[in-house]
């Protein structure tokens, strides 16, 4: 298997974690977030979640390829790629960013329509669709929670 590919799938090997890797990259994208946010805004959060997602597509697809899987467990970049969508949508608050983890992890888990749609693209572009369609969705709602002042 392609070392370089599954270091950035894995994020480093944190989707190795042996409980909920997907939920703590998750976690570990919103700190992230917050400073890319606080240095460059909302842009530079946007494009870093292409820039992160492309290299995702391209990972992932490796990885189950090499593993003969469809969506491994341990391709965690994805989640990066959705939770920083989410909180691109988010007030820069405690508040806001919290919220954006809770829907996106909801939906992430979850998967309604068309998340699962989307989940059903071939190789990598499947295994990072559905979690940035999560992510959009999750943002919508983050929001429309912040225009109406709840967070």
């Known amino acids: 298997m392609n070392k370089t590919a599954l270091f950035f799938a894995t994020l480093g090997g944190l989707g190795r974690a042996p409980f909920a890797p997907g939920t703590l990259a998750s976690i570990v994208a919103l700190p992230l977030a917050w400073l890319i946010l606080r240095a460059g805004g909302i842009s530079m959060l946007l494009a870093l979640t292409a820039a992160v997602a492309g290299v995702g ?9 090499a593993t003969n899987n469809p969506d491994p467990s341990e391709c965690v970049i994805d989640e990066l ?18 919220l954006a983890f809770l829907v996106f992890r909801t939906f992430d888990i979850l998967k309604p329509w068309p998340i699962s749609a989307s989940e059903r693209l071939v190789g990598g572009l499947g295994i990072v669709a559905d979690d940035l369609v999560a992510g959009l ?15």
């Open 57 to 65: 597509i391209a990972a992932c697809d490796r990885v189950a390829r």
């Open 81 to 98: 790629a959705g939770q920083w969508l989410a909180c691109a949508f988010a007030p820069l608050s405690i508040g806001g960013f919290a």
């Open 137 to 151: 969705m999750g943002g919508v709602l983050v929001a429309g929670a912040s225009i109406a002042g709840l967070v």
